[in-house]
């Protein structure tokens, strides 16, 4: 009940005993007031307690709904550093897989640098070995020339004289009939001394 119509039933109440000494008749005048009173109190309580429920309903739905709206507010905000969030995490995907690719890119000229060098090597490596091989031919080749000039070939006329020529077309050949070359060492061999033309 609500303390209006507490109040009211205590005044009516102590009137009545008031009245109730002084004049009968007006006694039960204000007795039906009264029974009245609380009738009508009594049926206006329920609109009363209906109206103050639609009160404290309607107080508990606005503080439901600044609730929600706090709620949905912070929600936002969540939001709204989750999106930060995930765009920074994808800003850093990107730069680590731009990264990953320079590595790459690095790595992969990196090889091709080690294979140019290795093919450098392999190319200077053959160089100086075909520069070997030219030297030994080189050396075998003086070689046979100095063997060859050991065994110089001369030319005589078995015919005129005993002397051996080193050039086919020299003066002392001149008067000769018949020409014939052997090695040097098989001239000096048989007694034969070089021409006074090529001394």
């Known amino acids: ?8 039933l205590g005044s009516a109440l102590i009137s009545l ?5 002084q004049r009968p008749r007006k006694w039960r005048r204000v007795l039906i007031i009264i029974i009245a009173l609380i009738g009508l109190g ?11 429920k639609k009160t404290s309903q309607h107080q508990v739905d606005v503080r439901e709904n600044k609730a929600a709206r706090a709620n949905s507010s912070a929600l936002k905000k969540q939001l ?3 999106k930060t969030e995930a765009s920074q995490l994808t800003k850093q995907v ?5 990264l990953v690719k320079k590595q790459q890119k690095a790595s992969e000229s990196e090889r091709v640098r080690a294979a140019s060098a290795s093919i450098a090597a392999t190319n200077q490596a053959s160089e100086a070995a075909q520069q070997q091989a030219a030297i030994q031919a080189s050396q075998q080749a003086q070689q046979a020339a100095s063997a060859q000039q050991v065994e110089q070939m001369v030319t005589i006329a078995p015919n005129s004289g005993k002397k051996y020529h080193l050039d086919p077309n020299c003066r002392g050949l001149s008067r000769a009939n ?7 060492s ?8 070089l021409c006074g033309w090529e001394d």
């Open 186 to 193: 098989q001239a000096q061999a048989e007694g034969y001394t």
């Open 1 to 8: 009940m609500s303390y209006l119509f507490l109040a009211f």
């Open 17 to 21: 005993l008031f009245f109730n000494r």
């Open 80 to 82: 709204a550093t989750k």
């Open 94 to 98: 990107a730069s680590q897989s731009r």
């Open 42 to 52: 009594g049926s206006l309580m329920p609109v009363a307690a209906a109206n103050s």
């Open 178 to 184: 018949s020409t014939t070359t052997m090695p040097l």
